[in-house]
């Protein structure tokens, strides 16, 4: 490929954005050399700044469009390119950006030549959706060049700027939490300013006290979780922001604090402290009732988890005769979800507190056909863990992180000759890389639907069903 000279870095230059790429940027090139843009949207002619060259690609931020794109949409939010990037393209475009990235990653780095989805399941919701949020509190704010002269830049509290551990963006209102979730934003933000013992953490030198607001929302049981992290234990001190947000907003069920003294960069801690009402709240998904306490791992968008599990079920076409297998199971959502419809189902996780979730939450449910089994699955089936009261599965299910796969895993996953495998992903790269490999061990792609768990955002979820 002949990089064209005009490409420089420093340089600025004329760009048609054709499509978005794997991760939301805008995608144009100029003599087949592909220069990726921020913020650009499919149909847009823009001038662009070129601030990073390599032998391959180039990166570029506009400067300035020339001519809109036809599938430009008004965006809520003003800082909508920090977090959800996607707002200024209509919903419709989004889920056919989507489309054509899955199928390149299947068609490209699968080897799936004919590749084509068969479904794509859009969101009803597409504000307003995230049962998740979290919030950083900093002393390092932000300063967008939209913002006046003369803003306080020693406070915020709001999200990280990306690829910026130290730098927060200060936010009033979040468009994809409930709408609830900017009240308490809101008032967190004014008792603090209030109060000069509040004061931020600084992850460059160790000192403050106020690390994450992180709020969950019930949003089919209309419960809410307010959790402040802190660096320290000193419940006196959080006194006047717990009392205001107690006061303030009735509808809080459950607040925790959570202290992380060290100096990892998480929003959870060594220990918790209990405030008010349970250190869970509730959820639904169909039927089911889910226990989540601050650090539990959960779908983020309830409405469309649903639409999710559904998907599963209908490629897993059970008869109820059916022994599953839930591997990277987590909280075991997916297998409770499965097991009123099979005669049992096993979940397979490494991480302990989330298979004690997955076991407390079948109690709840009365479900006895669910089991959860301590597995790292990078060696455990390859190193013959398996007990041998497990059963050989019918399905299995696969859910891994985004990162896919261990290759013993996706080497050894045929060798369970299951009939059917179901392999759930949040990353069409590693998803199409694993199941090129299913497919050399003689499984094929029967069905493949897209999900929307997250508007306005990159992510993608896929659901695709491979037999013998």
């Known amino acids: 490929m002949s990089e064209p000279v005009l490409i420089k870095k420093g340089s600025e230059i004329e760009l048609k954005v054709e499509s978005l790429a794997f991760g939301g940027m805008g995608l144009a090139k100029i003599d087949d050399f592909v220069v990726f843009v921020k913020n650009g949207i499919p149909g847009q002619r823009v001038n662009a700044f070129i601030y990073k060259k390599k032998k391959g690609f180039a990166e570029a931020r506009v400067t300035k469009i020339i001519d809109d794109s036809p599938f430009v949409a ?96 200060d936010v009033d209102e979040c468009h994809i939490q409930p709408e609830l979730g900017n009240k308490i934003l809101s008032i967190a933000k004014d008792v603090c300013l209030n109060n000069r013992e509040l004061k931020p953490y600084d ?133 409770l979800y499965l097991a009123g419809h099979v005669k049992e189902v096993y979940g397979f996780e490494v991480i302990r507190s989330s298979l004690e979730n997955a076991e407390k939450n079948s109690v709840i449910n009365g479900i006895d056909n669910a089991h959860f089994l301590k597995a790292n699955l990078d060696t455990f089936f390859k190193s013959r863990q398996l007990p041998r009261r497990v059963p050989k599965p019918d399905i299995v299910i696969v859910d891994p992180p985004r990162a896919g796969m261990h290759p013993d895993m996706s080497g050894y996953l045929h060798k369970l000759k299951a009939d059917k495998i179901i392999y759930v992903s949040c990353n069409p790269t590693t998803q199409a890389r694993d199941v090129q490999i299913l497919s050399d061990n003689g499984y094929n792609i029967k069905n493949a639907v897209m999900v929307d768990m997250f508007p306005h955002t990159p992510h993608i979820e896929m659901v695709v069903l491979l037999s013998k």
């Open 74 to 169: 008004e965006s809520k939010c003003s800082h909508y390119w920090i977090c959800s990037k996607l707002q200024s393209l209509s919903y419709d475009q989004q889920l056919k950006e989507k489309e054509k990235q899955v199928e390149d990653a299947f068609q490209r780095l699968g080897g799936f030549s004919d590749f084509k989805l068969d479904d794509i399941k859009g969101a009803k919701q597409i504000y307003n959706y995230r049962n998740k949020m979290e919030f950083t509190f900093s002393p390092h704010r932000w300063i967008l060049e939209s913002e006046p002269e003369g803003v306080d830049s020693s406070f915020a509290l709001g999200l990280h700027i990306p690829g910026r551990y130290d730098k927060i963006l």
């Open 203 to 335: 992850p460059k030198t160790n000192v403050g006290f106020l690390r994450y607001l992180m709020l969950r929302f019930g949003v089919k049981t209309d419960q809410l979780m307010v959790n402040i992290v802190t660096a320290y234990d000193d419940i006196n001190k959080l006194s006047p922001l717990i009392d205001t947000l107690l006061k303030d907003v009735p509808e809080i069920t459950s607040m925790v604090n959570n202290v992380n003294t060290r100096k990892a960069d998480v929003a959870y801690g060594e220990f918790e402290n209990l405030i008010y009402g349970n250190q869970y709240i509730e959820e639904k998904i169909g039927e089911l009732k889910f226990e989540i306490s601050a650090n539990s791992f959960f779908q983020t968008n309830s409405y469309q988890g649903e639409v999710l599990y559904e998907e599963i079920k209908k490629a897993a076409d059970l008869k109820g005769d059916e022994i599953v297998y839930d591997l990277y199971c987590g909280t075991g959502s997916i297998a």
